[in-house]
Antibody, heavy 128, light 106 residues
């Protein structure tokens, strides 16, 4: 059974850097094709993809937030860390991490770009 | 990256069929995925690769694709299906979500 859980501060001040940790179990980020993504959702609004990291350290970022985001992995700890710089009140949202499964076919492993399952999410409020 | 467009809301009576559309220029070339999100809960994948259903998802959920539009169909809608539904797709470098559709079961 795959589970993920987000952790980090619930309140950050404007201009500060947010650091969130996703701790997971039931899979390994050393497995070919596997990835972990971050997605956020402002209160009452739609989902917004932020970043995705794969087993081979391939990293992908939202074009609109790329300059503020860094995603890293610690395979030995089963953790993925997302940092977001220069936080603003508009960044107030529930932040989710999610597993991206591999696809195996024709004798090879392939990356995917969908998410299943998701963590429970963590609400981060940006306010002075 | 590109955009995915969904209707803000869809309403159906119990037992009827709900169809939620998602439009995007890249959809003829890229797979689409659908998530269900109930209030206060994390999203759950209900359809992947346009029309595949994960294990544990009821058979009344199905997906289809035609040109630049993908459709999530819920046959025999039940009260428990009332939720927000999001489509998602990706290109070679980024992931995109639609704006979400609120399904109301009358």
């Amino acid at each position: 059974q795959i589970t993920l859980k987000e952790s980090g501060p619930t309140l950050v001040k404007p201009t500060q850097t947010l650091t969130l940790t996703c701790t997971f179990s039931g899979f390994s980020l050393s497995t070919s094709g596997v990835g972990v993504g971050w997605i956020r959702q402002p209160p009452g609004k739609a989902l917004e993809w932020l970043a995705l990291i794969y087993w081979d350290d391939d990293k992908r970022y939202s074009p609109s937030l790329k300059s503020r985001l860094t995603i890293t992995k610690d395979t030995s700890k089963n953790q993925v860390v997302l940092t977001m710089t220069n936080m603003d009140p508009v960044d107030t949202a529930t932040y989710y991490c999610a597993h991206s499964p591999y696809y195996y076919g024709s004798g090879s492993y392939y990356k995917n770009d969908w998410f299943d399952p998701w963590g429970q999410g963590t609400l981060v409020t940006v306010s002075s | 990256s590109y955009e995915l467009t969904q209707p803000p809301s869809v309403s159906v009576s119990p037992g009827q069929t709900a169809r939620i559309t998602c439009s995007g220029d890249a959809l003829p070339k890229q797979y689409a995925y659908w998530y269900q999100q109930k209030p206060g809960q994390a999203p759950v994948l209900v359809i992947y690769k346009d029309s595949e259903r994960p294990s544990g998802i009821p058979e009344r959920f199905s997906g289809s694709s035609s040109g630049t539009t993908v459709t999530l169909t819920i046959s025999g809608v039940q009260a428990e299906d009332e939720a927000d539904y999001y489509c998602q797709s990706a290109d070679s470098s980024s992931v995109v979500f639609g704006g979400g559709t609120k399904l109301t079961v009358l």
